[in-house]
């Protein structure tokens, strides 16, 4: 069930053709393209130009790897209003095992796509290509990695509606 | 600002609203913040974000099993899978607290590579291979929930805790909130007898304790409160008053004192006021239309106490007491009371040394246009 969703999307004419003339399906370092669609459209986004746009840098605790980060990455409100034109209402993240994120408010600039690691692209083992952290965690529990549900990794489509 | 309240004798409804306030903030406080926060705790055990990280990572170990077993040239695709199931896997709490996973990350690194090499491993080789990290799995999983299970047990033992002391709280702040009312309430209710008290206490200032009257200060009183409309003043003298206490004693004296309080009330009627100026003087106030009606009125005065025949045993001029009565007809903007009441003297002065018993109005002097004649 859990894999259903990028196996269908597999299957889609433009996440298909983006696949094939893309390095390569089978490669170790799909997904290679970030899928956009708005308005009903979708469009695919290499991976490569989000990293070289990628601009945003902090060092933090990564409780899942329960140890300090140089974070590269995007700020994800200032990033979505530059790639979706007009503010959208809502922004869907979604990964490669369906696991989904919403924002039905506007993220603030503490959430961060992030495409590096140390210095380092980041692959599927680093939770990439694309992940997405909060740099500011309040008051929670590091811990508890139930506080950090909303962050997202192997994020292959974002949504912006309407 | 708090002393600028407290001192309007308002402090403690003030502190009992405040009470209240905090009781339906604390309310929404429970509300609005601590019940999202639970529900956001408790509410993802049915989507993939309640999912155990483990158990993702094993979705994908069967992912790589089944690309194997259904389709045996798709060694790739399981290679990829077998990436994810790492990639899930590879979370430093597993790490630290289940000493199987670095073999199992192994495994699974080692099983990827494996399926890039040619020939790749057959689909039981993999399943006999990728047993180790699905028991694994299993393992963090069982311990995982457990520790799900002790903190839920917390979290409720928590709450329950909570729970006890914002009953409490609520419990406490809603009986000072109470308490607070019951101050106000006393406080209001001592400052409203102390306000009538004072009122008792001015309306005695203003009254003639042996008539009942009012004296002369509730006459300058009235004369304060009154509009620009006409008014008629007459001062009325008893006669030969003396020498009435002197043959029949002074409790007599002050028997015809009240009795003629009464004659005098019942003959002046309407929205006359009686007021005694001292001794046998009195004065009675009236809204008065003309000089003239204030004469007829003066004269109905007289009258009613020759009729009454009260016997005056003393009296050089009749058997019976009288009256001298002096009157003004007089507009409070025209005259002020001191010049009206100059006149209604003046006049009474004349009635006196035409004989006493009798009654005069005069003044017109105090009126711009006087309709009314001496």
């Given at each position: ?17 983006t696949m094939?003339f893309s390095t390569s399906?089978?490669a170790?370092s799909w997904p290679d393209v970030l899928l956009l ?7 695919a986004l290499p991976i490569e130009t989000l990293r070289e746009q990628a601009d ?16 590269r990455g995007l ?38 796509l992030?495409t590096h690691?140390?210095?380092e692209p980041i692959g599927?083992?680093?939770?990439g290509p694309l ?24 994020i ?7 | ?374």
């Amino acid at each position: 069930m859990l894999r259903s969703s990028w196996y269908r999307r597999f299957w889609q004419w433009p996440y298909f053709l983006t696949m094939l003339f893309s390095t390569s399906v089978l490669a170790q370092s799909w997904p290679d393209v970030l899928l956009l669609s708005h308005d009903g459209e979708d469009r695919a986004l290499p991976i490569e130009t989000l990293r070289e746009q990628a601009d945003e840098t902090f060092s933090f605790y990564d409780p899942y790897l329960g140890r300090d980060v140089d974070i590269r990455g995007l700020p994800l409100g200032e990033w979505a209003r530059a790639s979706f034109g007009d503010r959208p209402e809502r922004l869907t993240l979604e990964a490669v095992d369906g696991f989904e994120v919403v924002f039905d408010e506007w993220p603030g600039p503490s959430w961060v796509l992030v495409t590096h690691h140390d210095g380092e692209p980041i692959g599927l083992r680093e939770k990439g290509p694309l992940r997405l952290v909060e740099r500011d965690y309040g008051d929670r529990d590091l811990d508890n990695l139930r506080s950090f549900n909303e962050w997202i990794w192997m994020i292959e489509r974002i949504e912006a509606a309407p | 600002m708090i002393r600028r309240l407290w001192d309007s004798r308002n402090g403690w409804l003030w502190l009992s609203l405040a009470s209240f306030s905090t009781l339906v903030l604390l309310v929404v406080y429970e509300l609005r913040l601590v019940a999202p926060e639970v529900d956001r705790y408790f509410s993802q055990a049915d989507n993939i974000t309640g999912h155990q990280l483990a158990t993702r990572s094993r979705v994908f170990v069967h992912d790589a099993l089944d690309a194997m077993v259904r389709d045996v040239s798709s060694p790739q695709a399981a290679a990829m899978s077998l990436e994810m199931a790492y990639s899930f896997l590879d979370i430093v709490t597993y790490r630290e607290l289940y000493d199987c996973t670095p073999e199992a990350l192994a495994d699974l690194d080692t099983w990827r590579q494996r399926l890039l090499e040619t020939p790749p491993p057959s689909a039981e080789q993999m399943t006999r291979g990728l047993l180790p990290v699905l028991q694994c799995q299993t393992e963090i999983e069982t311990g995982q929930r457990i520790r799900g299970s002790e903190t839920v047990t917390q979290f409720v033992a928590e709450a329950r805790s909570h729970q006890s002391l914002l009953l409490g709280g609520i419990l406490v702040i809603y009986l000072l909130g109470l308490l607070f009312w019951r101050f106000h309430e006393k406080q209001r209710l001592a400052t409203q007898e102390a306000s009538r008290e004072s009122l008792r206490w001015m309306a005695k200032a203003l009254q003639d304790p042996l008539t009942g009257v009012g004296n002369r200060n509730a006459l300058h009183a009235r004369i304060d409160e009154q509009s620009d409309l006409p008014l008629g003043l007459l001062l009325v003298d008893i006669d030969y008053f003396k020498p009435y206490n002197d043959s029949l004693g002074h409790p007599e004296g002050d028997r015809l004192l009240r009795q003629l309080v009464g004659l005098i009330e019942m003959a002046m009627e309407g929205d006359s006021r009686l007021y005694r100026m001292g001794g046998d003087e009195f004065a009675v106030l009236l809204p008065c239309a003309s000089s003239t009606a204030l004469e007829a009125r003066c004269e109905r005065l007289v009258q009613v106490l020759r009729q009454q025949a009260i016997p005056h045993p003393a009296s050089p001029v009749a058997e019976s007491v009288t009256l001298s009565v002096g009157g003004v007809w007089f507009s409070p903007a025209q005259a002020s009371f001191d010049t009206a009441y100059a006149a209604a003297d003046a006049a009474l002065y004349h009635v006196k040394q035409r004989g006493r018993d009798g009654c005069k109005v005069g003044s017109r002097e105090l009126m711009p246009h006087s309709a009314g004649a001496i």
